[in-house]
């Protein structure tokens, strides 16, 4: 897995290249391709979508009391082709757009709204407030997504136009759905891998992260750049670049798990913590990205907020009792050290680094390899 440095956002990928949007000043939009600019704008774009003739950008404006959505397409080399100005109707706020087979899809505030080519209405479809999100399935259908929670499963629906209606395609548990290619409709981001996604919500693995020695913690979308390669991105996360190997080139590494037990408040809030453990995940990645002999897994106690606080820490005790505890563990004010340091259960390695940084302690099990003592370790915030 390779790091890509990358200009803006990535918004999708065609035919092994990677377009991205960016707004370098106030009022300017740039489209980039494979991170070189590709074409510049007027407006602040919030959209990016390949329609399959074209680019398409999608912003708006307000005319008094009136919105209005701006669809601009933009050929693949950047030259402009169309311009669209859509009315909105009262509170109604577009909030995604996908265009494929001359049809454009707006998911709005409380509707789904379909456009021909010349930005005539086909039909609205209502739905719940401020819910659902569009996906480009890889058999070239646009698909309606309603997540849960996030990582929590949802529900993937077909759009018929014909009757203006959602029709339940299947529902999943958990992890991340995104548009796939020629080979599946979706893809699918679990803790345990990277799969395919049939119509019926069958799945088959891609690849098995732990197998493969790979850290992709915080990872929620997936693009397909052909010949086996993939994008992988996330709110908190570096962009990433999947290549395939031989299973010959992983090198065996010692493996080390570092636990991350959120509180319980956390918990409530948002039970996804890797809105609370960026920038610990993102130590990890880099970590593990130029480590030769040790590969840091991420251990969410709280099992992706399937367990309470109070459960998770009875886990970790549990698990220190039979001797399966994990290597490092994240203290950030949802439990002490001192009751572990008590026991016997913790090493000390702040002296070290005490002339530095002298607000932070450090901490890591007892069992940790003197090798990652440059590594990312328990922080406990003093």
Excluded at 115 to 136: A, Q, V
Excluded at 153 to 175: H, N, P, R, W
Excluded at 212 to 233: H, I, N, P, T
């Amino acid at each position: 897995m390779e790091p890509l440095e990358l200009p803006g956002d990535v918004q999708f990928c065609r035919q092994g290249q990677i377009y991205s949007m960016d707004h370098p000043s106030d009022g300017e939009t740039v489209v980039y391709r494979d991170g070189e600019a590709l074409f510049s704008c007027e407006g602040m774009a919030y959209r990016l979508c390949d329609g399959g003739d074209g680019i398409w950008l999608q912003d708006e404006e307000r005319d008094g009391s009136t919105w209005f959505v701006l669809l601009s397409q933009y050929s693949y080399e950047g030259a402009l082709q169309t311009q669209l100005r859509l009315e909105m109707p009262p509170d109604c706020f577009a909030r995604h757009l996908q265009v494929w087979n001359s049809r454009i899809y707006l998911n709005c505030s409380n509707a789904l709204r379909v456009y021909d080519s010349e930005g005539e209405l086909i039909c609205s479809i209502p739905h719940g407030e401020w819910e659902g999100e569009l996906i480009l399935g890889g058999n070239g259908k646009v698909y309606f997504f309603e997540e849960q929670d996030s990582g929590s499963g949802g529900t993937i629906s077909a759009i018929d136009t014909d009757q203006c209606m959602l029709t339940e395609q299947f529902v999943y548990d958990k992890g991340s759905v995104c548009g796939g290619d020629a080979e599946s409709p979706f893809f699918q981001i679990l803790p345990e891998g990277l799969f395919r996604m049939e119509l019926d919500g069958e799945t088959r693995p891609i690849v098995l992260w732990d197998e493969c020695l790979l850290s992709v913690s915080g990872m929620q979308e997936v693009k397909a750049l052909g010949d086996g390669r993939f994008l992988l991105g996330g709110a908190f996360t570096q962009t990433m670049q999947l290549v395939p190997c031989e299973p010959s080139d992983i090198k065996p590494k010692t493996m080390l798990t570092l636990a991350v037990l959120p509180t319980q408040d956390a918990l409530d809030r948002e039970p996804d913590p890797t809105t609370y453990y960026s920038d610990v995940i993102q130590s990890i990645t880099a970590f593990n990205a130029v480590n030769p002999d040790c590969y840091v897994k991420l251990l969410d106690l709280s099992e992706g907020g399937s367990l309470t606080a109070e459960q998770a820490l009875t886990k970790l005790n549990t698990g220190i009792i039979s001797g399966s505890a994990p290597d490092m563990l994240v203290l950030n004010g949802s439990l002490s050290p001192f009751p572990f340091i008590r026991q016997g259960l913790l090493r000390d390695y702040c002296e070290s680094s005490r002339r530095i940084w002298k607000q932070i302690r450090i901490w890591a099990w007892k069992t940790l390899s003197w090798r990652m003592r440059s590594a990312t370790t328990a922080v406990d915030f003093m």
